[in-house]
């Protein structure tokens, strides 16, 4: 029973439901949830905010506002995204993996 990778970029609905579930509880259930993972402040020194630092990550279901795809911001991605790529914290994910890669390959073609 090998587990398979779950990317969150072909969720079942069920997996997007849970997903949106786990959003909408109330915060303290949301940072106990399974999962969450915690944030790494300290590699977040890059965030100049006034407002308060994340401190744990859950997964983001969202809509992709090309394709109209749902697909799920793994919470382990924002993870790598907001402390290893020091993305900034206002980002969100609107556009799917494919819509994404498309537009990718369309700059690097210029
Ligand atoms: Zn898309």
Redesign the pocket.
Known sequence: MGKKLNTGRNPSTKEFLEAERVLSLHPLQRKTHPSAIPADVAKLDHINTYGSLPEYYVDQPFT?R??G?HEIWKAKDQKWYYEEAKGHIDAIAI??H??RSRKKDRHNSI
């Open positions: 992709c090309q394709c795809k556009e799917c494919a819509c």
